[in-house]
């Protein structure tokens, strides 16, 4: 063996393997190297899945990379096309399908409504069966507003209030929710509605950037 770490003329002649196995690992190398180049050219995520199937021998390739990558374009779509489909099951993740869950319930479609608001109609409305009662009243009210709500009940005034613990303001659904409180209470029954407002406390806390880019309903009457 030379100083240089080469092999010498020598070394191969007295040991062939050597000369051999040096030859494999450079091939070996130089293949990986080729195929990893090949492959991160596909923009196809299932394109490059599909080529892993296939011989190794077909990795540096460029028609089998593109027919892969073609193959692989039309599978990554169906996929997309599946999960959409698959969403439209779930309130909370529909979006075209939406229009369908409004039919079956009963609600008027509002396409200029965002689809947040358009899920939280949908979602109480399911919620809304049953037995009215207390948890009955949250579990409609939360499903608009996303956040905490309590319900408190005043027999003797024959009435109830519903209080918002984690919105800050008016909630941009409130009307929806006050449609559908009506809907499932019962009429000799009064509600009234206690929004939560940034106390003084927390607005002295602000930076004057959170103050500036907070909006006016979200202080005691700035939505009025």
Do not use: C
């Amino acid at each position: 063996m030379s100083n240089n770490g080469t092999n010498s003329f020598g070394d191969l002649l007295n040991n062939p393997d050597q000369g051999k196995h040096a030859n494999r690992s450079g091939t070996l190398v130089n293949r990986v190297t080729i195929a990893e180049d090949t492959v991160g050219q596909m923009s196809s995520e299932r394109g490059r899945e599909l080529l892993s199937y296939l011989p190794s021998y077909y990795e540096t390739s460029r028609v089998m990379r593109s027919d892969m990558d073609a193959k692989g374009s039309e599978l990554d779509a169906l996929y997309l096309a599946m999960d959409a489909t698959v969403g439209q099951f779930f309130v909370r993740t529909a979006t075209w399908g939406l229009e369908r869950w409004e039919m079956e319930l009963g609600i008027e479609t509002d396409l200029a409504k965002p689809l947040d608001q358009r899920r939280a109609v949908v979602e109480s409305k399911l919620r809304g069966a049953g037995t009215f009662s207390g948890r009955l009243v949250k579990n409609v009210a939360e499903a608009y507003d996303g956040g905490t709500v309590d319900v408190i009940f005043h027999p003797a005034e024959w009435g109830f209030t519903v209080k918002f613990i984690d919105t800050i303001g008016i909630p941009p659904n409130v009307e929806d929710l006050k449609a559908a409180i009506e809907e499932i209470k019962p009429a000799h029954m009064a509600v009234e509605y206690k929004l939560r407002y940034l106390t003084i406390a927390e607005v002295e806390s602000m930076t004057l950037y959170e103050n500036e880019h907070t909006t006016q309903d979200r202080y005691l009457g700035g939505g009025a």
